[in-house]
C-alpha cells in the first residue's frame, strides 16, 4: 500500500528550540500539503507545493514556520523557535495533481508539544 | 471566503440506529468535494468526493449526497466500528483560487453496541 509518510511520529521539545518534520509524499505525486490540527481550530492548511514550488503558504506564521521541498521525495515544515501555542498535530498529504480533483491522502501525522 | 459548517459537533446512536451528518459549504466553484474518516491518533482517511449536484456514492454502510449547498453523509445500521470523526472539505475552482482542501470542524460519531 502506498503512504505518505512523516518523522517523527512524537516530538516533544522545549519552547524556542528549532522543529524540523518531515514527509515522504507518495510516489508520483506532485502536489504536497502541510496540515496543522487542534482541537480549536480543527485541520488548518499552512502551505503547499506543486511540482516543488510553493503554491500557498498564506496559513503559516511567516516569522517562524518554513516549509520547503528539497525534492520530489522529500518535504520539510520547520519551526524556529518553537513556542508551546505550536503544540499540535502536523499532517503532511499528497496527491497526484491536485487540478485534476485527485485524492489527497494523508500521513498520519507528527504530534509535537512545546513545553 | 470558502466556508465548510459540519452538524451536529457530535453524535451518539445505538448500533443499527441510522442517521444522517451535515456538511453546508459555500463555495466560489466548486471542484470536489470529500468526506474523511479521522480514528483517534491518525490521518484523515479518503472515503468519496462528490464533484456536481445530485452525485451520490456509497461504501458499505456509508452513502453520501450532494445539492448546491451542501452534503450529506447517511450511515445506515451503524456498527461500533463506524466510530469515528467525519470530514467534510471543499475544494473551489473559482478566481484566484489555488486549489485548497478547506475542511470542516468535523462530527465526532459514537456508536454504542
Known amino acids: 500500500d502506498a503512504r505518505v509518510t512523516q518523522t517523527p511520529r512524537h516530538k516533544v521539545t522545549e519552547m524556542g528550540q528549532e522543529v524540523t518534520m518531515r514527509c515522504q509524499p507518495i510516489l508520483g505525486h506532485n502536489t504536497v500539503f502541510w496540515y496543522r490540527q487542534t482541537m480549536m481550530q480543527g485541520l488548518e492548511l499552512l502551505a503547499y507545493f506543486r511540482n516543488r514550488a510553493p503554491l500557498d503558504d498564506s496559513g503559516m506564521p511567516k516569522d517562524r514556520f518554513s516549509a520547503e521541498m528539497p525534492d520530489a521525495t522529500l518535504a520539510t515544515l520547520k519551526i524556529q523557535p518553537s513556542e508551546p501555542r505550536d503544540s499540535a498535530v502536523y499532517f503532511c498529504?499528497?496527491?497526484?495533481?491536485?487540478?485534476?480533483?485527485?485524492?489527497?491522502?494523508f500521513g498520519e501525522g507528527s504530534w509535537l508539544t512545546v513545553v | 471566503e470558502d466556508q465548510v459548517t459540519q452538524s451536529p459537533e457530535a453524535l451518539r446512536l445505538q448500533e443499527g440506529e441510522s442517521s444522517s451528518l451535515n456538511c453546508s459549504y459555500t463555495?466560489?466553484?466548486?471542484?470536489?468535494l470529500f468526506w474523511y474518516r479521522q480514528d483517534p491518533g491518525k490521518g484523515p482517511e479518503f472515503l468519496f468526493t462528490?464533484?456536481?449536484a445530485g452525485e451520490e456514492k456509497e461504501k458499505e454502510r456509508l452513502k453520501a449526497t450532494l445539492t448546491k449547498k451542501e452534503s450529506f453523509l447517511h450511515i445506515t445500521a451503524p456498527k461500533p466500528e463506524d466510530s469515528a470523526t467525519y470530514l467534510c472539505a471543499v475544494q473551489g475552482s473559482g478566481s484566484g483560487n489555488t486549489g485548497k482542501l478547506i475542511f470542516g470542524q468535523g462530527t465526532t460519531l459514537q456508536v454504542k453496541p
Open positions: 498529504a499528497s496527491a497526484r495533481d491536485l487540478y485534476s480533483g485527485n485524492t489527497i491522502y
Open positions: 462528490l464533484y456536481s
Open positions: 463555495v466560489s466553484g466548486l471542484r470536489g
